[in-house]
């Protein structure tokens, strides 16, 4: 079962019902479309029409229009200066940038603009990343020689804790030269090597020379020519192209006679939001095979309505409509009180949410402290099999 996400719309769109907007109690939890009235009266940059919106004469005067679906306006927003019941026209405050289509869909908000409340979703994604934070686990970077320290600033997801480290293992793996019939969708290997097996489940990987660092599954192997490909768009390319004399390893990935292999005397340059990592002693053994890093992740900002997030709704909801009324306090009595008032109660909501539904995770089995003597624990280096040194 996957972790619950909501995009950005959802979030947004949950907000606003929650401070009782006009158009999302009218219209729910959804968006109305445009639509041209005749073939010549159309949408222009600074008039639109939507036929679902039936309110009277300047019902939506001061509130904003959001253009929540459309390819050459995405998350436009403008203020509305007057709403005409005879057509069903809005007439912006300033116009577009591009005139929206038929078709394209509108959202209303009232009290905050659509882009504030974005900021606000944002600022409750960052208090709750503590609460919250994304397990994440990595399997791009490889074990690659004669390298002792690993740039981690490159993963998928900004690291903010490391939990684990460990190494892959494989009984069926085959280690060698590149030949000089490498590209960029192909690693030529040595004619003793037998691709009579191997499949997409398979991997090849450079752990040194040029190209060293880089591991992509197989597409197809060739027992002719002795060619893996490994790409077939720009997509799977090796972005650095291997020679001859980099050194490769190709192995099942699908076989699990062995367990990855913890290391657990790893450290890095910071606890939070680290990007180096340090190993202790080098490991031969494992050239080119993958670390697999679980770490946690803090959650990212989201910058379109599709963007996704695991913090939790609730959560959100709450500290965002904080912000939102925290924002609005001004200098007179009548709005510190209101709106004070009604931060504080958003701000507790969202604070007991956090108290009682934090995310459990996963335990870490790093060893980053000193030896009595001063020294680190060992990583295992080459003893892989022997972990107590025996």
Not at 215 to 224: A, K, N
Request: contains cysteine.
């Amino acid at each position: 079962m996957t972790e619950p996400t909501a995009t950005r719309q959802a979030l947004r769109r949950a907000i606003a019902l929650k401070a009782r907007m006009p158009f999302f109690l009218a219209y729910g939890d959804t968006d109305v479309a445009l639509a041209d009235p005749t073939s010549a009266t159309i949408q222009t940059t600074d008039v639109i029409y939507a036929p679902s919106l039936t309110q009277t004469e300047n019902f939506w005067q001061n509130a904003w229009v959001y253009v929540s679906d459309s390819a050459g306006v995405y998350g436009t927003e403008r203020r509305i200066q007057a709403f005409e019941r005879s057509g069903n026209k809005i007439i912006p405050e300033w116009p577009f940038d591009t005139a929206p289509a038929a078709a394209d869909r509108i959202e209303i908000y009232h009290i905050w603009p659509p882009s504030q409340i974005n900021s606000a979703i944002n600022d409750a994604l960052e208090e709750g990343g503590e609460y919250w934070p994304s397990q994440t686990v990595d399997e791009s970077m490889i074990v690659v020689e004669d390298r002792l320290a690993y740039d981690i600033s490159g993963l998928s997801v900004t690291p903010w804790k490391m939990l684990q480290i460990r190494v892959e293992r494989s009984s069926k793996s085959v280690t060698g030269t590149c030949t000089s019939a490498c590209t960029s969708a192909v690693v030529g290997v040595d004619t003793d090597d037998d691709l009579s097996g191997i499949d997409t489940d398979w991997y090849v990987s450079i752990y040194d020379g040029p190209g060293k660092g880089q591991v992509r599954s197989v597409i197809s192997g060739d027992t002719l020519t002795n060619l893996i490909t490994v790409g077939n768009s720009a997509a799977t390319y090796l972005t650095t192209d291997a020679d001859s004399t980099s050194k490769y390893r190709w192995w099942d990935a699908d076989e699990q006679w062995h367990d990855w292999v913890s290391l657990l005397g790893i450290h890095f340059n910071r606890k939070d939001y680290p990007d180096k990592m340090y190993l202790q002693n080098l490991m031969p053994s494992v050239y080119g095979f993958r670390f697999r890093q679980t770490y946690l992740g803090w959650p990212s900002a989201l910058s379109a309505d599709s963007d996704v997030t695991s913090v939790p709704k609730e959560f959100v909801v709450n500290k965002a409509l904080a912000t939102l009324h925290d924002s609005m306090i001004g200098d007179n009595r009548v709005d510190r009180t209101m709106h004070g008032g009604t931060a504080e109660y958003y701000a507790d909501r969202a604070a007991e949410y956090a108290r009682l539904h934090r995310r459990r995770v996963l335990a870490g089995s790093l060893w980053q402290d000193e030896d009595e003597d001063g020294t680190h624990v060992s990583s295992a280096g080459d003893d892989i099999g022997n972990p107590l040194g025996w």
